[in-house]
């Protein structure tokens, strides 16, 4: 009698390229517009940002769903999390405290950089670099966000949510063609 063993870790990454592509396309596309978005309006891109972010962290649990079982997947869990609730937080709280939307912002961007690095060093993936590039663009623009939070502007904030986005998308698409065919 054969016994069915699962695939290795490297090998569900080749099997799910074509998934990981087609959102991190989607996130290419969230960045993208809320990149145009923040610099048309400076008040409502905050509003804005908030099903922005929403969506990207539904997407992010698809990506978890996709993801090999184990530490990689709560590390993806995590960041849709960490996602859903900055973007509940943004729709509750636009305008109202604005030093309190800035400094939860940078702190939500740079966990999230560490976040993605962390998934960066356990993944097993050849394209596991470009996981950790987004993470260190995640951490130092949560750090320039620290830097200027006394008087940042709600459409520079607005951007660095944006630009994190883009390279989300960025690291998720460059990861897939990296996995779509055998070393």
């Known amino acids: 009698m054969s016994t069915v063993t699962a695939p290795p870790p490297l090998a569900h990454h080749r099997a799910a390229w074509k998934w990981s592509l087609a959102l991190g396309g989607c996130l290419l596309a969230l960045g993208l517009a809320g990149i145009t978005i ?5 008040l409502t891109s905050v509003l804005v940002f908030g099903p922005l972010l929403l969506v990207s962290s539904l997407i992010q649990l698809l990506i978890a769903f996709f993801a090999v079982p ?42 999230g950089g560490l976040v993605r690095l962390a998934r960066s060093m356990v993944s097993k993936s050849r394209g596991r670099g470009w996981i950790a590039l987004a993470g260190v663009v995640s951490l ?8 200027g939070w006394p008087d940042a502007r709600l459409w520079f904030v607005g951007l660095c949510i944006a630009v994190d986005i883009l390279c989300h998308g ?9 996995e779509r065919s055998p070393p």
């Open 140 to 147: 130092l623009l949560g750090l320039s966000v620290w830097a």
């Open 38 to 42: 923040s610099t048309l309006m400076e």
């Open 170 to 178: 960025l690291s998720w698409s460059a990861l897939a063609l990296a």
């Open 70 to 111: 184990g530490k990689e997947t709560r590390l993806h869990f995590t960041a849709a999390g960490l996602e859903a609730l900055l973007g509940f937080y943004l729709m509750m709280n636009p305008l109202h405290r604005l030093v309190g939307v800035v400094i939860v912002v940078g702190l939500f961007l740079v966990v």
